[in-house]
């Protein structure tokens, strides 16, 4: 893994160079679509992005674990989780890339 973290800095600037709008608007254009998206989730409905994926909210019931450090049983209490699932198109732009380059046989 490069370690590497895409900003909103950098998106704001991507939005900037590719659609033209002034930054302090593809600034506000990207808050505005993120503060769409978090409240749908919030909602709990699922947001799909064609060609991307997916994020939706999953309920996750009480279980029992366990303290590492101690080996002490404590309940983890219900809770909603975020789950992204991403597309079978962003799936082979991965792998596209973790393929080696094979030379043509001649």
């Known amino acids: ?18 659609v033209g709008l002034s930054r302090n608007e ?8 993120l503060a769409e998206m978090s ?3 919030a909602r709990g409905e ?7 994926g997916s ?11 366990r303290n590492p450090k101690t080996g002490e049983e404590v309940p983890i209490l219900p809770r909603k989780v975020l789950v ?5 198109v962003l799936k082979s732009r991965i792998n596209e890339r973790m393929r080696p380059v094979v030379p043509p046989q001649e």
């Open 46 to 52: 699922t947001v799909k992005i064609s060609s991307f």
């Open 26 to 33: 593809s600034a506000e254009l990207l808050e505005s679509v």
């Open 84 to 88: 992204f699932r991403p597309s079978q």
């Open 55 to 65: 994020f939706s909210v999953r309920q996750k019931g009480q279980r029992i674990g």
């Open 39 to 41: 409240s749908a989730l």
């Open 1 to 18: 893994m490069s370690g590497k973290t895409v900003t909103r800095a950098q998106l704001g600037q991507a939005v900037y160079q590719e």
